[in-house]
């Protein structure tokens, strides 16, 4: 029916245009040049709102910079409105609907950002009244927006808001040693160097550069007990900054890790061959593989090789190729389960032709979860079967 395929036609464009916004680089070249395309302009951006500050360069470049402002911005709505129109191919959004879906899309931090960098322009042009200098110093906030392509910069934040409590203690902490080395140094040196500690807010600013290792000289004890309760301090002081730098780490290595799970997870939840598994069957055989980087040229498996291991390709290009055929493989392919299902040597090779990221299935688990999902081994065996039929 020409309205179904419309619908499949319409679904496959917007999952192009999905994997190529948010895919980055791993998406190909189409990805990488617009990631690349959309750094360069946010850089510029600053650059131009930093030059237009200066009156002598405005006076003579004012029209160029406000003809580079509206091609920003119309490029940034489009990337706007492109995200929220494919945000039903993400895995985490798409269950909640096309309306509701896209709306807590809109609200991802990320998404606000946009919002942010576009929304001075809109301001002044809807009211006229507003102070246009006041709105484009809010322009800087598109520098926010390379968080969406820096892995750390993201990452940070999400370890910011997972480990909020814990930095928040960590906050509390500090703030209760400050005032107490305050509130001893206000009472040993208080009547001593009353210019400098003769009062509490005094001896807290003493406290605060101290715990922070700044130590700007400007305040210092001169008695014996002055030092020593500075010097508790003092380690009080290291202690206390390399607690959130701890708890930061921690949190990048277990961000790191959550990351690689769902993407690990979308990517098995669409092969066909786990189609209509439970979550609780796919992180069962999510916990069962180990991942794999292959550089470009290099051999995953060759034609003739005992079968040791079934591969799921995570990102990148690859070829099979036998003597009868050659075809490329890609994010969301599979390969080797025919050899290990029959116990015969892998029928083609396969070859990475890009830095690839493969996730392995070795022969013990593959016949392990066999034996456990019975369903699975029904689809494998399809599978074998379609591809020994001539």
Known sequence: MPGGEDMRASATLRSRVHHALEGGNAAGPLGAAIETGLIGLIIANVIAAALESVPEIDAVYGQLFDGFELLSVAVFTLEFLLRLWAVPEDIRFRAKGPVMGRFRYALQPLMLIDVLAIAPFYIGLFLPIADLRFLRIFRLLRLLKIARY?????????????????????????????????????????????????????????????????????????????????????ILGVGMIALPVGI???????????????????????????????????????????????????????????????FFVVSGQLEEENDEIARMLGPGHHFGESALFDGHPHSASVVARSHSRLLELTAEDFKTLLKKHPKLRERIADIVRESTTP
């Open 150 to 234: 820096s892995p750390a910069l993201s990452t940070l934040w999400h370890v910011i808001s997972s480990e909020s409590r814990a930095l928040f203690g960590t906050l509390v902490l500090l703030l209760c040693v400050m005032l107490f080395s305050a509130q001893i140094m206000y009472l040993v040196e208080g009547h001593v160097q009353p210019e400098k500690f003769g009062t509490l807010p005094d001896a807290m600013w003493w406290s605060i550069t101290t715990l922070t290792t700044v130590g700007y000289g400007d305040s210092f004890p001169i008695t014996a007990l002055g030092k020593f309760v500075a010097g508790i301090t003092m």
């Open 248 to 310: 930061v780490a921690t949190g990048f290595v277990n961000e790191i890790h959550r990351r690689d799970f769902v993407v690990t997870f979308s990517m098995l939840s669409n092969v066909p061959l786990f189609e209509g598994f439970d979550h609780d069957t796919i992180g069962e055989i999510m916990n069962t593989l180990r991942s794999r980087i292959f550089s470009a040229d290099t051999r995953v498996t060759a034609a003739g090789e005992p079968a040791q291991s079934m």
